[in-house]
């Protein structure tokens, strides 16, 4: 009877789940993060990494890009763009949460926010 030998390979609950602890992510990032999450990544990706599904959003944040401020980033968001499929967040999200999405999306595209899951910052 041939013995057989298998690898395991162990790796820490929430290991992966969690982002460069070094880097530092503002409140309204963390805020941005976890609203980016739960609304935007089904559909933009997780870590605003893109698809083929919608606008990604690492280009469109980036300086010069489409939506690289704020106002035109929030006013989106809001209304949508029913046309493209993507909808209104307005009676979901407030303005300030919109705008958190906005800083974390922002510090992604600026490459200021590493992948994964931002350490929450203190206070």
């Known amino acids: 009877m041939p013995l ?3 690898l395991v390979v162990l790796i820490p609950f929430g290991a992966a789940a969690v982002g460069d602890a070094s880097a530092q992510v503002s409140a309204p990032e963390y805020e941005g993060w976890r609203q980016y999450s739960v609304h935007c990544a089904r559909c ?3 870590d605003v990494l893109g698809n083929p599904v919608a606008a990604n959003l690492l280009e469109s944040a980036r300086e010069g890009g489409a939506l690289a401020g704020q106002d035109a980033f929030v006013a989106v968001v809001q209304a949508g763009r ?3 499929g ?4 307005a009676g979901v ?3 300030e949460q919109s705008g958190a999405i906005y800083a974390y999306v922002k510090g992604r595209a600026d490459g200021r926010v590493p ?3 931002p350490a929450r910052p203190p206070g």
């Open 4 to 6: 057989r030998v298998g």
């Open 82 to 84: 029913p046309d493209r």
């Open 86 to 89: 993507m909808p209104a967040f």
């Open 44 to 46: 933009h990706g997780q």
């Open 93 to 95: 999200l407030s303005k």
């Open 115 to 117: 992948a994964g899951r």
